[in-house]
C-alpha cells in the first residue's frame, strides 16, 4: 500500500492522565484502525506502534487481546524504543526498530557489555591513582565503585547528547581547586577511553543506542515507512527519542500520542513551567516538535462520560502544581470551577499512618480488600522500596505473595549473600560470628545431607564458638577440638569430619595468600570453586544448588561475565575481592520472570507508567522519598552542567511529578505516608501541601480522609482480651527438688530461687556468647589454676623472689590454653599486675601461717531434715594458723560481695565453707576454729589486687549460715512452696541469664498480682 501524501488530522495526540491508557489505545485502533481517516485503509495489522518500555509493551498487547473478547486477531507490530525507561539510561545495546534502520545499525561496533566497561574503568581509575599519590589510596572495591558512578556519568551525557569532548572545553580556572581536580580525573573518560574504545572495536552502550535511533529516525526521514507508525506514551526526554518522535509525527501515516498533556493550563501558567514542573517534558518536546498544545487532539475515544469525571480530577491536581509564578491565577479557577472541585475529590483518599509499619499495613488491607471485589485489580505504586517489602510481608499473613516489580538487589538475593559470607569469613579467619553465619546459611552442606550438615553445625557452635575465639583459621578449630576432646575425656569423630569437609571445600581459595594480590581470574575460579563445593550436598552437585532459581541464574550471569572480563580487571587479593564483587554488582536487579498473583501489583513509578489497575494505592508521599531528593552530582557543579548543556538536577522531579500526577488521576486512588519515619517528623510531599494549599482556597479543608484503613491496622493485632502476664510459681515434688548442692547454689537460692530450679532442677545451663571476650569463667579458670600451683608448691615456707616464681608459674599455666588466644592476650598481661601485688601481699597473709592449702574439695551432710541433704564446696585456699584456728580465702577476678551482704547472709559462700572447715569436712585439712574470712579480688588492673577482709569472727558467721541454711532447705521441703522469680526486692534490678526463661519483662512491667 502506497503511503498517503495527506494528512486529514493532527500528528499529535494525547491521551488525558488518568484513563487506562492501554486499553483506550487498543479500544481505539480495534474499532477504527485508520485512525478516523488518517491511516488509509490501514488494517490493525499494518500498524507499527513504539512504547518506552518492554512492561508497556505486554501491557497493550494484553489489552487487544482483551478487546478481542477471545476472537482471533492479528496483532500490532508492538516494539519498545529501548528496553526500560528512558530515563533509567539503562540501554539494550542489540535493538533496532525496523529494517529500514538495519543498515545503519549494521554499520555500527557493537555495545561494550556494562560489567566488562566498568571493571577497564576501574583499572584506569586505580593506574590513575597511582600516578595521582596525592589523591589517596584506593582499594579495588573503592575504584569499581567510582568506576560505576564514571559509567553512569558516561551513559548521561551520551544520552544528553553532549559530546564529550566537550568536557575539555571546561575552564579549570573559573572553578574552585576541588572541581579542577575533578576535570583532571575525567580526562580518564575524555582522552583515554575513546582510544580504549577505538582499540577493541566497541562503543558505549547509550552512544550506540542514541546512534540506532538516530539512524532510524534518518532512515525513515529519506523513506518513510510502507505502514502507519505510532509512538506513544514517551516523553522524550532523551533528545535522540525527541528527534525520532519529531520524524514520526511528520510521516505521513505517523502519529505521537503524548501521556497526560495538560491542554487546559494558562498560556501565562504554560510559559513559567520549568524543570521541576510535571508538564516540562512535554513542553520540551512539543518545542523540539515545533508544535504547540493546539495541535494536540485528544486521542479518539477520549472524550466519553467516564474519561470528563478523570479530566475533572487531572485538571484539580494540574492546577494545584501549577509553576509557584503563576499562582495568583488560582482565584480565577476557583471562580470558574470550584463547584466542580468536591466531585473531582471523588475517589480520591488520603492515608497519614502514623509510622512506616502502620501505612504498610494500612496499605496491605486496602489491596486485601480489592480481592473481595471480583476481578478488580489494586496496585502499590511507590518508589519505597522498603515500603514495597513492609507490604508484601504483611501480605503474607493472609498468604498472599506479591512481587515487588522493581525486583531485589543482585547482592540481596540469598546466593549471593551466601558468596559474600564465604569471603567474610576468609577475610575473618573463620572467626566464630562470621564462620556462624556462613555454615548456618540454607545453601551450605559441604557435601553433606543438609540435617546432619545444620546438627553438626550446633555442635560446633556449643564446642568452640561459644566462649572465647578459637585460634585463627581451621586449624585453630582443630587445636579448640584437641582440646575440647582432652577435657572431656571423649572424641568427637563429626565435629573432627566436619572441620575436615570445610578445610576440603575451601582449599582452593585458601591456598592464596590472603592479602597477596592474584590473576583475578585464578582468583575468582578458585573462589567460586570453593563456593561450590561448599554448597554441595550428598546427591546434588554444588553448582547445581548454587546456581538455581530466578536469583542463581542472575549471579551465575553476573559471574559467567565477571570471568569473561577477568583478564581485564585488576590484579584482586582475595581480602579485597568482597568489596570488588559488591561494587561491581550494585545496581545490578533480579525481577520476578513471572508475578505471583495475577491481580495484586507492586510497581516502582516506572514500572507503573502506562499500566492500569481498578485502585491505586500511591505510597511513601513523603518529601525526600517522593519526589526524592535532588542528588548532588560527584563529577560537575551546576555551573559545570549548565556550561556543558546537561539537564539540572530538578529534572528529575519533573519526571516524578508527572508520574505522581499520571496515577493520582485515575478513578480511585489512595494517597498514603507515614507521619514519622524512623522515630522523626516525615514532611509530606510538596504535591500534597501544594494539593492542601489549594483545595483550602476552594473552601474545602483538605484531601478526604481514609483513616478506617489505619485503625483497622492499629486494631488488627490487638487481642479481644488482655490477660496480665504472672510470674512463674513452679512448684516441683521433693523427689524432683535437689538433695546435693554447692555453696554458689545456696547463693542463687536465697537471691533468685527460680535460676535456682532452672538450673538444678531442670538442667538448664546458660550457654556462653558466641565469641565472648575472655569470659569469666575462663579467666578465672586460669588465675585459679595459677594460684592454685603456687600453693600446692609453698604450702609451708614462701619463695625468696615471689613475684619471679609466680611468673614462672603462670607462663607454664597460660602455655597450656593455645586455643583460647584472647584470654592470654588479655589476662597474661594482668596476671603479671596480680603477680606483682601478690609479691607484696602474700608475706603478710602468711605470718603465723604453719600450711597453706589450695583447691580444697570439701562436704557436709546436713541431718534434720525431712531427707539428708550434703553441702559441696571447693575452697580456693584455707590457711591454718600455728593456733589451730583456720584462715579462709576466695579468689575474685570479678565483683567482690560486701561485709554487709556477707553478714546478712545474702553471700554466703564463705560462711558456709567455715561451717565445712569446723565440721572437719575439707580432705586433708585439720577440722578448727575458723578466725577470718578474706576476698583476694584479683581483677588485675593498675594495683594489680585487693586483699578484702570480712571478719575476724568466722565461726559466728559459719553458724549464723548453717542455721540459715537448715531452715531455708526445710522451708522448701513443703512441696507447695515455689520457686520464684525475683522475690527480694534488692536484685530486681540484676540480670539472671534465667530471666527469659522466667518472661520477666512480660509479668514485671504489668499490673496482675501474683497468681497461684
Not at 60 to 84: N, T
Not at 287 to 301: F, I, K, Q
Not at 319 to 337: I, K, M, N, Q
Not at 692 to 712: R, V
Request: proline share 7%; with cysteine.
Amino acid at each position: 500500500m502506497a503511503p498517503s501524501s495527506r494528512k486529514a488530522a493532527p500528528a499529535l495526540f494525547t491521551m488525558p492522565s488518568g484513563l487506562a491508557f492501554a486499553d483506550v489505545m487498543a479500544r481505539a485502533l480495534s474499532e477504527d484502525a485508520s485512525l478516523g481517516g488518517r491511516f488509509d485503509g490501514a488494517a490493525l495489522a499494518d500498524i507499527t506502534i513504539l512504547l518506552p518500555t518492554r512492561r508497556a509493551v505486554r501491557t497493550l498487547s494484553e489489552a487487544f487481546l482483551r478487546q478481542s473478547g477471545g476472537r482471533a486477531m492479528i496483532l500490532p507490530s508492538i516494539r519498545p524504543m529501548g528496553d526500560v525507561d528512558e530515563e533509567e539510561m539503562l540501554l539494550d545495546p542489540g535493538f533496532s526498530f525496523r529494517e529500514e534502520g538495519a543498515a545503519f545499525g549494521a554499520e555500527l561496533p557493537p555495545a561494550m557489555e556494562s560489567l566488562s566497561r566498568q571493571i577497564v574503568l576501574t583499572k584506569l581509575i586505580n593506574a590513575w591513582g597511582e600516578v595521582n599519590p596525592d589523591a589517596g589510596a584506593m582499594s579495588a572495591g573503592q575504584a569499581a565503585a567510582l568506576a560505576g558512578d564514571l559509567g553512569r556519568f558516561l551513559d548521561a551525557v551520551e544520552t544528553e547528547g553532549v559530546e564529550l569532548s566537550a568536557l575539555q572545553d571546561l575552564v579549570p580556572g573559573d572553578y574552585a581547586q576541588n572541581w579542577q581536580i575533578t576535570l583532571e580525573f575525567l580526562q580518564i573518560i575524555t582522552r583515554y577511553w575513546p582510544d580504549i574504545l577505538a582499540d577493541k572495536g566497541l562503543i558505549d552502550p547509550a552512544r550506540r543506542r542514541t546512534l540506532l535511533l538516530e539512524a532510524q529516525a534518518a532512515a525513515w526521514a529519506a523513506k518513510p515507512p510502507q505502514g502507519p507508525v505510532i509512538a506513544a506514551g514517551s516523553t522524550g526526554s532523551v533528545p535522540a527519542s525527541a528527534k525520532l518522535l519529531s520524524v514520526i509525527a511528520g510521516l505521513p501515516q505517523g502519529a505521537v500520542v503524548l501521556p497526560g498533556l495538560d491542554l487546559d493550563l494558562a498560556p501565562e501558567a504554560w510559559e513559567a513551567v520549568g524543570e521541576s514542573h510535571p508538564q516540562f517534558g512535554m513542553k520540551q518536546l512539543l518545542e523540539r516538535l515545533g508544535a504547540g498544545r493546539d495541535d494536540v487532539a485528544l486521542w479518539p475515544g477520549a472524550q466519553t462520560a467516564a474519561a470528563e469525571k478523570n479530566a475533572a480530577r487531572a485538571r484539580l491536581l494540574n492546577e494545584a502544581l501549577r509553576p509557584a509564578e503563576a499562582t495568583d491565577g488560582w482565584r480565577a479557577v476557583l471562580a470558574a470551577e470550584g463547584k466542580d472541585i468536591a466531585g473531582a475529590l471523588e475517589g480520591l483518599h488520603l492515608i497519614e499512618a502514623a509510622n512506616a509499619r502502620e501505612e504498610a499495613l494500612a496499605i496491605a488491607l486496602i489491596l486485601r480488600s480489592v480481592l473481595e471485589e471480583k476481578e478488580k485489580t489494586a496496585a502499590l505504586v511507590t518508589p519505597d522500596r522498603s515500603l514495597a517489602r513492609r507490604v508484601a510481608a504483611e501480605l503474607a499473613r493472609w498468604g498472599i505473595e506479591v512481587d515487588d516489580s522493581s525486583g531485589v538487589p543482585l547482592a540481596e538475593t540469598p546466593v549471593f549473600i551466601f558468596l559474600r559470607l564465604l569471603l567474610e569469613a576468609v577475610e575473618e579467619d573463620f572467626a566464630p560470628v562470621p564462620l556462624l553465619s556462613l555454615l548456618k546459611h540454607p545453601l551450605a552442606a559441604a557435601g553433606m545431607a543438609p540435617g546432619d550438615f545444620r546438627a553438626d553445625v550446633r555442635r560446633l557452635e556449643r564446642a568452640l564458638l561459644r566462649g572465647p575465639r578459637p585460634a585463627p583459621g581451621l586449624e585453630g578449630l582443630e587445636l579448640a577440638l584437641n582440646a575440647y576432646e582432652e577435657e572431656r575425656k571423649r572424641d568427637e569423630p563429626r565435629l573432627r569430619a566436619l572441620i575436615a569437609q570445610l578445610k576440603e571445600a575451601t582449599a582452593p581459595l585458601l591456598q592464596l595468600p590472603l592479602f597477596e594480590k592474584q590473576e583475578a581470574g585464578a582468583l575468582l575460579s578458585a573462589f567460586l570453586g570453593a563456593a561450590e563445593a561448599l554448597a554441595a550436598r550428598d546427591e546434588v552437585e554444588g553448582a547445581a544448588r548454587l546456581w538455581a532459581g530466578d536469583d542463581g541464574e542472575a549471579a551465575a550471569a553476573f559471574f559467567a561475565a565477571l570471568m569473561e572480563a577477568a583478564n581485564e580487571a585488576p590484579a584482586l587479593a582475595p581480602a579485597g575481592l568482597r568489596a570488588f564483587m559488591e561494587s561491581l554488582a550494585l545496581g545490578r536487579v533480579v525481577r520476578p520472570r513471572f508475578g505471583r498473583h495475577p491481580r495484586l501489583m507492586i510497581l516502582g513509578p516506572l514500572e507503573a507508567r502506562l499500566q492500569q489497575a481498578d485502585c491505586l494505592i500511591l505510597g511513601g508521599l513523603n518529601e525526600g522519598v517522593w519526589p526524592a531528593e535532588t542528588k548532588v552530582d560527584p563529577w560537575l557543579s551546576r555551573p559545570m552542567r549548565r556550561n556543558l548543556g546537561l539537564y539540572s538536577p530538578e529534572r528529575r522531579i519533573g519526571l516524578s511529578a508527572h508520574d505522581f500526577v499520571q496515577a493520582a488521576a485515575c478513578p480511585r486512588v489512595f494517597l498514603t505516608r507515614a507521619l514519622k519515619v524512623e522515630g522523626a517528623p516525615a514532611v509530606p510531599s510538596r504535591w500534597l501541601l501544594r494539593l492542601e494549599s489549594f483545595l483550602k482556597g476552594a473552601g474545602i479543608d483538605g484531601l478526604p480522609l481514609a483513616q478506617k484503613w489505619t485503625h483497622w491496622a492499629r486494631e488488627i493485632d490487638v487481642p479481644s482480651a488482655r490477660q496480665a502476664a504472672l510470674p512463674p510459681r513452679p512448684a516441683p515434688p521433693l523427689h524432683a527438688r535437689p538433695d546435693r548442692l554447692s555453696v554458689t547454689d545456696v547463693e542463687t537460692l536465697i537471691r533468685d530461687p527460680y535460676a535456682f530450679y532452672a538450673r538444678r532442677v531442670l538442667g538448664l545451663k546458660a550457654l556462653d556468647a558466641i565469641d565472648d571476650f575472655a569470659p569469666a569463667r575462663d579467666r578465672g579458670i586460669l588465675i585459679h589454676r595459677a594460684l592454685d600451683t603456687f600453693v600446692k608448691r609453698y604450702p609451708e615456707t614462701l619463695p625468696e623472689n615471689i613475684e619471679e616464681v609466680l611468673l614462672e608459674i603462670g607462663e607454664e599455666v597460660f602455655a597450656d590454653a593455645p586455643d583460647r588466644p584472647e584470654v592470654i592476650a588479655f589476662w597474661q598481661p594482668r596476671y603479671e599486675q596480680i603477680a606483682r601485688f601478690l609479691a607484696s601481699a602474700e608475706p603478710e597473709l602468711r605470718q603465723d601461717v604453719l600450711k597453706a592449702y589450695g583447691e580444697i574439695e570439701g562436704m557436709l551432710e546436713i541431718g534434720g531434715l525431712k531427707r539428708p541433704v550434703s553441702l559441696h564446696a571447693r575452697a580456693d585456699r584455707i590457711d591454718v594458723k600455728r593456733s589451730g584456728a583456720l584462715h579462709i580465702m576466695d579468689y575474685k577476678t570479678g565483683g567482690v560481695p560486701s561485709a554487709a551482704q556477707v553478714e546478712s547472709g545474702l553471700s554466703p559462700q564463705l560462711s558456709l565453707e567455715a561451717a565445712m572447715a569446723e565440721a572437719g569436712g575439707f580432705e586433708n585439712v585439720p577440722k578448727g576454729p575458723v578466725e577470718t574470712l578474706t576476698y583476694l579480688h584479683l581483677a588485675g588492673g593498675e594495683q594489680g589486687g585487693a586483699v578484702k577482709k570480712i571478719t575476724e569472727e568466722g565461726s559466728r558467721l559459719a553458724a549464723e549460715a548453717l542455721g540459715g541454711l537448715k531452715g531455708l532447705l526445710a522451708s522448701y521441703e513443703n512441696e507447695s512452696l515455689p520457686y520464684l522469680s525475683r522475690p527480694r526486692v534488692q536484685f530486681i534490678g540484676r540480670y539472671s541469664d534465667y530471666d527469659h526463661l522466667a518472661r520477666v519483662k512480660e509479668w514485671s512491667a504489668s499490673d496482675g498480682e501474683e497468681g497461684a
